[in-house]
C-alpha cells in the first residue's frame, strides 16, 4: 500500500483529451517522514507512524519531542497499516517522496469535514420542515412530534438539531490526475474533505 500525507490548497478544473471539464483539487504535499515501525513482535500489529508539517518546540509535549528527537518539530503523527514494505524495507528517518504516486493511481482520500456549527433537522438530516401555506404558524422549518406513541417519551435515535461538520470523512475511487514535483503539489479528481490547510491522508491499495 502506498501513502502520504497533504494538504488542501483548492479545488480547480482539468480539461481531458476529449474536451471534458473535471473537478480536481489540488494538494500541497511537504516532507513526510517516518518517526516509527511497528511490528508484531513488539507492538501487536505492523504499522507504519510517520510525522508532517511543523510547528514551534514550545507546543510539542515532552512525550513527543523525545519520540521524535532529531528528526523535527511535527505538527502531526499519524500510522498506517503496512501491506507491502519498499526494497530495503521501512527504516526511521525514511522520506516519503511525493513520486510515490503517478497519473492515473487510484487512491482514497481520508480528513476532517468543514465545522458547520449547531444546525436545524432541515439541514442537518435533510428533513422538509411544515406546510408553507395558510394557518401554519412559524412552522417552516420545525421537526414536529417527537415523541408520540410512545407515551411521549423520546424514543431512542431520534433524529433532532445539533452540531454538524467535523467528522472524519473518508472519500473512495479517486484518481491522481497529475503529480507537480516541482511545486510539490499533487492533482485529484473530485472533492476531498476539509477547508484549505485541512491535512488529508491519501492511500492507494496499488
Known amino acids: 500500500m502506498k501513502f502520504l500525507l497533504a ?16 473537478p480536481a483539487t489540488l494538494l500541497d504535499v511537504g516532507d513526510v517522514i517516518v ?7 513488539k507492538d501487536g500489529y505492523e504499522a507504519v507512524q510517520v510525522g508532517f508539517g511543523s510547528k514551534k518546540e514550545k507546543n ?12 523535527g518539530n511535527f505538527a502531526a503523527l499519524r500510522e498506517f497499516p503496512i501491506s507491502g514494505a519498499p ?11 511525493i513520486g510515490t504516486f503517478a497519473p492515473g493511481d487510484a487512491v482514497e482520500v481520508s480528513g476532517v469535514s468543514k465545522g458547520k456549527g449547531f444546525q436545524s433537522v432541515i439541514k442537518l438530516h ?14 417552516e422549518r ?3 412530534s ?17 452540531r454538524m461538520g467535523g467528522d472524519k470523512i473518508t472519500v473512495k475511487n479517486l484518481e491522481i490526475v497529475q503529480v507537480i514535483p516541482d511545486a510539490n503539489q ?10 484549505r490547510g485541512t491535512m488529508l491522508e491519501l492511500r492507494s491499495k496499488n
Do not use: C
Open 7 to 22: 494538504k488542501k490548497n483548492s479545488m480547480t478544473q482539468v480539461y481531458t483529451d476529449d474536451g471534458r471539464a473535471i
Open 35 to 41: 518517526t516509527q515501525v511497528k511490528s508484531k513482535e
Open 60 to 71: 510539542i509535549s515532552k512525550s513527543i519531542k523525545g519520540h521524535t528527537k532529531g528528526l
Open 87 to 97: 526494497e530495503g524495507g521501512w527504516k526511521v528517518g525514511d522520506k516519503i517522496e
Open 126 to 139: 435533510n428533513f422538509k420542515g411544515g406546510p408553507r401555506s395558510h394557518g401554519q404558524k412559524h412552522s
Open 142 to 144: 420545525e421537526p414536529g
Open 146 to 162: 417527537i415523541g408520540g406513541g410512545l407515551r411521549n417519551k423520546v424514543p431512542k435515535g431520534m433524529r433532532m438539531a445539533g
Open 186 to 195: 499533487i492533482l485529484v479528481s473530485g472533492a476531498v474533505p476539509g477547508r
